[in-house]
């Protein structure tokens, strides 16, 4: 289909090119570069995903199963045995996001023009090998370093492996694309603590199930090895554009545009009052529910998240609309997270779950729709930095509040729930309708 497009056209321009050019000197390069720099192929909506997108999913199922093994449990050994706190808790995830979130925009800026590939694979190699060692951590402190080790890794293959994944699909696959990784991502969410309450149940200790995480791990990069694959396509910036100056596509090239930037800014005030899931760990065993019932609280809210990502993504809507509703949706279980009860804090896992698995594929097709080809890579780097960096001290603040507002934390979640309301109010408000970067022109 994307064959039949595009050679019509460039027949027709080089046997017009006698009548409509003579005042232009150069419209003579404009075909021969249009035809080789399409990025990604045009595919039918509903049709098979690309290779790239299929292996990066597997590759994420793995590699989250290998950490959802391991967070669950992470209360458990730091409120227990290590004798941390519940801000403890809040400086572990902050910390391990901030650092990711620096790193993503390095990293993203660094793939810009290169190959993606050797990026995804140290990112996921770095992961697996420094993951496990929280099993070995005799304070608080051991903790937080693993965990931002664990991070340097995903800091560094994030946003090259969004910018591939964004390169493999066109406009109207993006969503759906995105949709499947990050379903494919949860239900590693979903395996992992299934697996981590048969090794407790089989009798090992919370350490050894934390220090097993490395097989699921290693299976992910080996996939990596044998099966990604990466085109080497380089997109010349004169391709995009035919009327606008060199200045101009200079300035495209190199930049983020400011309605992104704006929409980014809203992103980091959502993930200013988006509470760290771990916490809804916290909230249910304050509520009296046991510890082997915590794994569970987990696969239901990554079910959840399942099935909006994979369902909402093929909804043939785009833009600032969904990511709002999804974030109304966040605040509301976030809400009925703070009702002292058992049976609707069910509900708010639920919720959440269904929140945060649709707004991930629709803020990431959006950065995309947004985004010139060029500096796609520095784009989804932005975009990990601005919503990772909040992170810490969103962190620290829900672990104080929870600590003195406790138990339960009522306060903080009720105060999340009020900053994601003001984000999602500010996104639907702010919005214009979002055109897309040049590049999406062949």
Same mark, same amino acid.
């Given at each position: ?39 990604? +192929? ?40 290590? #004798?941390?706190?519940? $801000? ?58 693993? =965990? ?26 993006? &969503? ?14 979903? *395996? %992992?603590?299934?697996?981590? &309450? ?55 090239? &190199? ?50 998240? $399942? ?22 949706? *966040?605040?509301? %279980? ?20 269904? %929140? ?11 950065? =995309?729709?947004?985004? +010139?080809?060029?500096?796609?890579? =520095? ?15 969103? %962190? ?33 408000? #702010?919005?214009?309708? &979002?055109?897309?970067?040049?590049? =999406?022109?062949?």
């Amino acid at each position: 289909m994307g064959v039949r497009l595009t050679t019509p056209t460039t027949k027709k321009k080089k046997k017009t090119t006698a009548t409509t050019t003579p005042t232009t000197p150069t419209p003579t390069t404009t075909p021969t570069k249009t035809t080789p720099t399409t990025t990604a +192929p045009i595919t039918a909506v509903g049709a098979a995903l690309p290779r790239t997108v299929v292996v990066l999913g597997v590759v994420s199922l793995l590699t989250d199963a290998s950490s959802e093994m391991i967070l669950p449990l992470l209360p458990m050994l730091l409120l227990g045995p290590l #004798g941390g706190s519940t $801000i403890m808790l809040g400086l572990v995830d902050g910390v391990a996001d901030a650092v990711a979130a620096t790193l993503k925009l390095v990293a993203g800026r660094l793939s810009d023009g290169r190959p993606k590939r050797p990026f995804v694979l140290l990112g996921y190699g770095l992961s697996t090998a420094v993951r496990p060692l929280i099993g070995l951590a005799m304070s608080p402190w051991h903790v937080v370093v693993v =965990r931002a080790g664990d991070r340097v890794g995903k800091g560094i293959r994030s946003a090259p492996r969004d910018a591939l994944l964004s390169l493999s699909v066109d406009d109207k696959n993006a &969503t759906r694309a995105f949709g499947f990784h990050r379903a494919m991502d949860h239900a590693g969410a979903v *395996v %992992g603590p299934l697996l981590a &309450t048969a090794v407790l149940a089989a009798g090992l200790d919370v350490r050894t199930a934390i220090q097993l995480a490395w097989i699921p791990g290693l299976a992910a990069v080996v996939v990596l090895l044998v099966f990604l694959r990466e085109a080497p396509t380089v997109v010349a910036p004169t391709a995009t554009a035919t009327t606008t100056t060199t200045a101009t596509t200079a300035t495209t090239t &190199t930049t983020l545009s400011p309605v992104l930037r704006r929409r980014l800014v809203i992103m980091g005030l959502f993930s200013l009052g988006a509470v760290a899931d771990t916490f809804l760990l916290v909230r249910a065993h304050e509520l009296g529910l046991s510890a082997p019932l915590l794994p569970v609280v987990w696969v239901v809210l990554h079910l959840a998240k $399942i099935l909006a990502a994979s369902r909402g993504s093929r909804l043939a809507i785009h833009g600032e609309v969904p990511v709002a509703i999804a974030w109304f949706v *966040v605040a509301a %279980g976030f809400a009925t997270a703070a009702i002292p009860s058992v049976l609707t804090f069910w509900v708010a896992v639920v919720i959440i779950g269904l %929140g945060h698995g649709g707004r991930e594929p629709f803020e990431k097709a959006l950065v =995309r729709h947004l985004a +010139p080809v060029e500096v796609v890579g =520095r784009a989804f780097g932005a975009y990990h930095l601005t919503t990772g960096l909040v992170a810490l001290p969103s %962190g620290l603040l829900v672990g104080w509040l929870w600590s003195e507002h406790g138990p339960g934390g009522p306060t903080a979640l009720l105060l999340a729930a009020a900053v994601v309301l003001v984000a999602a109010t500010m996104l639907l408000t #702010g919005s214009q309708p &979002t055109h897309a970067a040049p590049r =999406r022109k062949p």
